[in-house]
């Protein structure tokens, strides 16, 4: 009877060698003591540690997000677009009567008369901006609205032609158009319509998105600046919908939005959201719970970069802020019952690590199990002994 309590006094002694024992990581202690590292020069902070109640889910609601309308803002287009380099023009010029420049001679037939118009063949506005018009020479057309171009036509070939009237069409308006590639049914150079196009109108010219709406992320382009934003927030926002601008490169991407889950949890890999966005609630739930034998209901943690612009609101003397990121552990108790309302208001993000500890009790058992297997040879041997004699 006394090989019990020994056995048990020696496996309480090997427990502090944890260290040795095979574990899924740390133990919720360890995590606790891991946010400091002593130095020469003292404690060096290595990541912040929080507790989530209810204030912290509250500053967590403030997360600044990425925006196309804080990128880019809304600015509408111009009312009356210009020709630009690159753009396909087509001239057609009319006459008051027959016998002109750009009008046919009067037929044979008394009741039909001869061609009053003839149309120039499409040209491209060069790099000079400037298009070809039959005796009227080069004529300067970027940077120009249509109807200024008709009008300076008109005046050059005056004296020239009879009663001149010009008709001047963009027949492929490259200048004014965005680029669409990516995640979407049919890339292409779309031309902007002339009472502009929003971000949307644009995604359904170029055929829709191939990929789940919550999985698609939508990257803008516009000169130097390149902002990125789920495309679910265009939606559900539409200030978000702003206008695009010509030069504009439109790039939809597909992004599975998805979190890790380890240590003692029903299942351990990288787990889809599979929806717009989803609690620490839900998680777990899709992690299938904490584990009956193994889990630590008070070692629930999640590590994730924060912005230091949030972390400031919660822990503002933290001496992590100097970084843009600061790196975060969420410690939540779970057995406190608060908790479970908690976790039902707390947003997980994209690659967030959720992590359940053992409970001190499991490491007991692992090395009762060592014990037991190094003391069973002893014991049947024993037993052996003891049947001979």
Known sequence: MRALPIALCTA???SGCSNFL????????AVASG???????GLLARYEIIDVNAAVVEALRGRPLDSLLASFGDRRPSVEPVIGVGDTVAVTIYEASTGGLFSGSL???RFSSGSKSATIPPQIVTRDGAITVPYA??????GKRVQDVQAQIEQELAGKAIEPQV???VVQPTSTAVTVTGEVTAGARLPLSTKGDRLLDVVASAGGVRAPVSETFVRLSRGSTTATVPLTAIVSNPRENIFLRPGDTLTLVRDPQTFLAVGALGAQSEIPFAAEGITLAQALAKARGLSDLQADPAGVFLFRFEPASVVRRIRPNSPLLSSNFVPVVYRINMRDPNSLF????????NRDLVYVSNAPFTEVQKVLGVFSTITAPVSAGASVYSGVR
């Open 12 to 14: 309480l002694a090997v």
């Open 22 to 29: 095979p574990a899924a990581g740390p133990t919720a202690s």
């Open 35 to 41: 946010a400091d590292v002593a130095t020469d020069q």
């Open 107 to 109: 037929s044979v037939d």
């Open 137 to 142: 020479g080069r004529i300067q057309v970027a």
């Open 167 to 169: 008709i001047v069409t």
């Open 342 to 349: 908690v976790s039902q208001a707390f947003r997980m993000r």
